[in-house]
């Protein structure tokens, strides 16, 4: 939920954690720090922006060659600049960054303050450092073992960076449900951060820490022990991210280079994992896990947001291809239903960031019960994947805007090929039929590109409805969670409100919300249920409503009803979601743009929600 980023090393410490903070902005954007220490400790920290922040400090004494940097999505404490990070200790000497959050926060403040401390914010993080300190002087210990034992005391999840003005060559490092990963540079230097994005340019040698564990750097050294005292042996790897993916390359926002960048990022998750000559498939996942899988009684999938609306399409897909009874389920909400869950079920999660909280917690939930977890997530070495046994990524690269776009895409990608893995393991699916299947899968590159080429019909689209306050989205069957997709782009970067709903349901309900100001945008490609949906259609114009419809290409019936037609490739109805949902992420860039609204960085959101 909160950025961090530090440094210790030869070069200037500060223009890396800003740098480095820029890039980290999508994980919450409501006041950004910085500690420098230089003989002394100085900190700088501001409510808003990186870049307010930059300029706050301009003019100050910045040198320094360690430092740590934080950008933060307020939880505890409202957005000030007291309650930004870092916070300091006591003394004053020691200064630690934050993300997560300190369950037990309240009753240690408590203790602390009848021992004479005093706090300066309302945040969690803040009683951490007062911890550390507190430990460090009744028991006489080093920093390290201090930090060690606080942390034994927490309740909680963290990712943290301590630094004292009194080891002036020392960095800590600490992680247990919130990401960290640890930078080996050139020349003893070490970078510590949420994820590599403000490493990448410097360094591509990391270390992943795990849950439990504390990085120790000192004199140009890394050592690793866990929060029980045990030591460990860092594994070094190497990144595969580069620096390109990571800037915006020209577009005007990251979600707008990430809507285009589709093409790439269907075939990047598509590469190499089948072979349409043969019709066989080369994922581990199916191959490790065929017993299972031939043997499974039912699929959960969980997940938030849109890695939840992927999960309806693989609902679709897995019932429609394989025949296996599917629930999709909001992360949320099964971790706290009591849900009946054995070691018969297959329980796949799905994550862009791999953080999510609630998904995470799911994930132990249903291992707990016994089932066996697949994690779909984008970001490599993040907590989901390690978290699951087994599973995939979706090669999507790094996916910076807020809205989440190539990321839905890429997992359906997925999900299309593990519906089509399982079905040929549970004789559902012959070989030629894979190969028509992979075939066609191989077009979708090309048709999405196709799709995109409607971005300026969209622009004109969107100036007519940027002024709107509702939005209605319809759709059915493959469509309809598309529709859900769609709304949830233009509610949160445009803060319109939205709703999807399977197109026969509004006669239940929205038909009432309609008049000559709804725009009522409609998934009408010709499939099972076009009929139906033209009958839908029917509904809203005999009511005024202003029908904006996704056809397929060459499509009169509709276009003859409809007050907008956008035309997307012919393709099957199992990979349509991947081609229809293209329009509507352009419709909702275009109005957020003209709405005025930062698209990369909607209002209270953060990319990666690592909070309940
Ligand atoms: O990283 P995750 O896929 O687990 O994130 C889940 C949701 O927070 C995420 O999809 C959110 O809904 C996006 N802002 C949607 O664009």
């Known amino acids: 939920m909160c950025g961090i980023v530090a440094y210790i090393g030869p070069r200037e410490a500060y223009p890396i954690l800003i740098k480095g903070l820029k890039r980290l902005e999508y994980r919450g954007y409501d006041s950004a720090g910085v500690a420098l220490l230089n003989g002394d400790l100085n900190i700088y920290k501001k409510k808003g922006k990186v870049s307010d922040l930059e300029e706050a400090t301009k003019g100050k004494d910045t040198h320094s060659h360690l430092g740590m940097g934080h950008t933060r999505w307020a939880t505890h404490g409202e957005p000030n600049d007291k309650n930004s990070h870092p916070h300091v200790s006591q003394s004053g000497d020691i200064a630690i960054i934050h993300n997560g959050i300190i369950e037990n926060y309240g009753t240690l403040k408590e203790e602390l303050i009848n021992r004479g401390h005093e706090f300066k914010s309302d945040t969690d993080t803040e009683v951490l ?62 970078f510590i951060a949420s994820d590599a994005t403000p490493i990448i340019e410097y360094t591509k040698n990391v270390t992943y820490l795990n849950d439990g564990e504390i990085a120790f750097i000192k004199d140009g050294k890394l050592s690793v022990k866990t929060i029980n005292n045990v030591e460990k042996t860092p594994y070094i790897e190497t990144l595969e991210m580069n620096l390109e993916a990571i800037e915006k390359g020209g577009y005007e926002h990251f979600m707008l280079k990430e809507i285009h960048e589709q093409p790439r990022s269907i ?19 199916l191959k490790e896990y065929e017993g299972k899988i031939k043997n499974l009684n039912r699929i959960i999938i969980v997940g938030c947001g849109t890695s939840w609306h992927a999960g309806l399409v693989g609902e679709y897909l897995f019932e429609d291809i394989a025949r296996i009874p599917v629930e999709v389920e909001y992360a949320s909400e099964f971790r706290y239903r009591n849900p009946v869950i054995n070691e018969d079920d297959l329980v796949i999660a799905i994550s862009q960031s791999g953080e999510t909280a609630d998904t995470l917690a799911a994930i132990e939930l249903a291992k707990e019960k016994g ?84 971005e300026a019909q969209v622009i ?25 997709e769609g709304a949830l782009k233009l509610k949160e970067i445009s803060y319109i409100h939205a709703e999807g709903y399977p197109a026969a349901e509004m006669k239940h309900g929205p038909i009432a919300l309609i008049d000559e100001n709804m725009p009522v945008v409609v ?14 259609i029917q509904e809203v114009k005999a009511r005024k409503g202003k029908i904006i419809a996704i056809v397929t290409e060459g499509d009169t019936k509709v276009r003859a009803m409809a007050d907008y037609t956008i035309e997307i490739p012919e393709t099957s109805e199992f990979l349509e979601p991947l081609v229809s949902t293209i329009p509507l992420q352009l419709l909702s860039y275009h109005v957020a743009v003209n709405r005025g609204c930062n698209v990369d960085q909607p209002r209270n959101l953060a990319k990666s929600v690592t909070v309940e």
């Open 129 to 190: 450092v007062h911890l550390i300190e507190d430990v460090q002087q009744n028991t006489g210990v080093a920093l390290d073992e201090a930090v060690r034992l606080a942390l034994q005391e927490v309740v909680g999840a963290y990712a943290i960076v301590i630094i004292s003005k009194n080891d002036p060559t020392k960095m800590i490092g600490a992680r247990k449900g919130s990401p960290m990963v640890v930078g080996i540079g050139e020349d003893g230097e070490y």
């Open 267 to 285: 075939y990047d998750s598509l590469r190499g994992r089948f072979n349409p000559n043969t019709g066989s498939f080369a994922m581990r996942s």
């Open 371 to 454: 089932a066996t977890i697949f994690g779909l997530c984008n970001v490599v070495g993040s907590s989901i994947p390690r978290a699951s046994h087994a599973g995939a990524y979706t090669h999507a690269g790094p996916e910076i805007g807020v809205a989440s776009t190539k990321a839905f895409t890429a997992q359906v990608s997925i999900l299309t090929l593990w519906a089509y893995g399982f079905a040929e393991i549970r004789g559902k699916a012959t070989k030629e039929q894979l190969r028509n299947a992979f075939a066609e899968m191989e077009t979708i590159p090309d048709k999405v590109k196709k799709a995109l080429e409607c």
């Open 460 to 484: 004109e689209i969107a100036r007519t409805f940027s002024e709107v306050h509702n939005a209605l989205y319809l759709g059915r069957g493959y469509g309809f969670p598309v529709a859900l």
């Open 523 to 536: 998934i009408a490609t010709k499939g099972n249920i076009y009929e139906k949906v033209i009958s839908n």
